[in-house]
Nanobody, 113 residues
Framework: VQLVESGGGLVQPGGSLRLSCAAS????????MSWNRQAPGKERELVAG????????NYANSVKGRFTISRDNAKNTVYLQMNSLKPEDTAVYYC???????WGQGIQVTVSS
């Protein structure tokens, strides 16, 4: 099982980024997927999750209305579109496949002017 994140970086407050997570080694289309993040000195937290076929999503209150999780099962990829970014969104973002206890390596997102 492998999860590889991409798309992070430095962005100004109010800006946007789209994270991607390419999955391999398991039946992606049958798996709930999530994005999580961990800021310095804080615990890792769930940001957003999406059901196997994308019919259901869930979000942390802090990102509702700003972030959108989606997936493309034909490409074995899950996305996190992040808009109206705030400095408090600065963290390492991780892709997660809970059914397989699999985590990506993490990717840094920094929101700063």
């Amino acid at each position: 099982v492998q999860l590889v994140e991409s798309g992070g970086g430095l962005v100004q407050p109010g800006g946007s980024l789209r994270l991607s997570c390419a999955a391999s080694g398991f039946t992606f289309s049958s798996s709930y997927m999530s994005w999580n993040r961990q800021a310095p000195g804080k615990e890792r937290e769930l940001v957003a999750g999406i059901s196997a076929y994308g019919a259901s999503t869930n979000y942390a209150n802090s990102v509702k209305g700003r972030f959108t999780i989606s997936r493309d099962n034909a490409k074995n990829t899950v996305y996190l579109q992040m808009n109206s970014l705030k400095p408090e969104d600065t963290a390492v973002y991780y892709c997660h496949a809970p059914l397989f206890a699999a985590w990506g390596q993490g990717i840094q997102v920094t929101v700063s002017s």
